[in-house]
Antibody, heavy 120, light 110 residues
Framework: EVQLAESGGGFVQPGRSLRLSCAAS????????MHWVRQAPGKGLEWVSS????????GYADSVKGRFTISRDNAKNSLYLQMNSLRGEDTAVYYC?????????????WGQGTLVTVSS | QSALTQPASVSGSPGQSITISCTGA?????????VSWYQQHPGIAPKLIIY???NRPSGVSNRFSGSKSGNTASLTISGLQAEDEADYYC??????????FGGGTKLTVL
């Protein structure tokens, strides 16, 4: 059974940093691209960042480019999102999602999400 | 970044069919086969219901179907049931290692 478990969310002041983690199990992690998607309170889904199976291809939404860094450790079956210079508009539930293949196509399994609140 | 446009809301009565559109551009929906649809009930993570325009994952009801014409993708739900009431989002690969979502459509079952 595919399982994705996000952690690392919490309350943080504007300008500070936070690192999210996603522990994956139930599938061969290094066969698949992975993604971060967020959802602000009461709002729609927003794609944040994606990374291919071997980290060779990485993409970011314009809203986070230069501030967020996605990475993965295939030996640890883990996905990460380093978030720097956080802003109030980064407040959201952050979901880790698995792709259906090694490149970037769609999100076939989702974690339950971790809430990040940016406020002074 | 994403310019995928969905209607904010649609509604239908039990047993009826509804269609939700997702309009993009020749550079996203019109260019790639990676159009997908997600169902989200309140407080729960989204669930993939259609991938690669027309395909249903295992376990998803055959009442859900997808299609694409030009730069517009569509999700059709037939035989509406109360449990279908949820938010629905389209997504597409838009090139350059980027993806995008539509703004979401709230389905109300009357």
């Amino acid at each position: 059974e595919v399982q994705l478990a996000e952690s690392g969310g919490g309350f943080v002041q504007p300008g500070r940093s936070l690192r999210l983690s996603c522990a994956a199990s139930g599938f061969i992690f290094d066969d698949y691209a992975m993604h971060w998607v967020r959802q602000a309170p009461g709002k729609g889904l927003e794609w944040v960042s994606s990374i291919s199976w071997n980290s060779g291809n990485i993409g970011y939404a314009d809203s986070v480019k230069g501030r967020f860094t996605i990475s993965r450790d295939n030996a640890k079956n883990s996905l990460y999102l380093q978030m720097n210079s956080l802003r109030g508009e980064d407040t959201a539930v952050y979901y880790c999602a698995k792709d259906s293949g090694p490149a970037m196509a769609e999100f076939d399994f989702w974690g339950q999400g971790t809430l990040v609140t940016v406020s002074s | 970044q994403s310019a995928l446009t969905q209607p904010a809301s649609v509604s239908g009565s039990p047993g009826q069919s509804i269609t939700i559109s997702c309009t993009g551009a020749s550079s996203d929906i019109g260019a790639y086969k990676y159009v997908s649809w997600y169902q989200q009930h309140p407080g729960i993570a989204p669930k993939l219901i259609i991938y690669e325009v027309t395909n249903r994952p295992s376990g998803v009801s055959n009442r859900f179907s997808g299609s694409k014409s030009g730069n517009t993708a569509s999700l059709t739900i037939s035989g509406l049931q109360a449990e279908d009431e949820a938010d629905y989002y389209c997504s597409s690969y838009i090139g350059g290692n980027t993806l995008g979502f539509g703004g979401g459509t709230k389905l109300t079952v009357l």
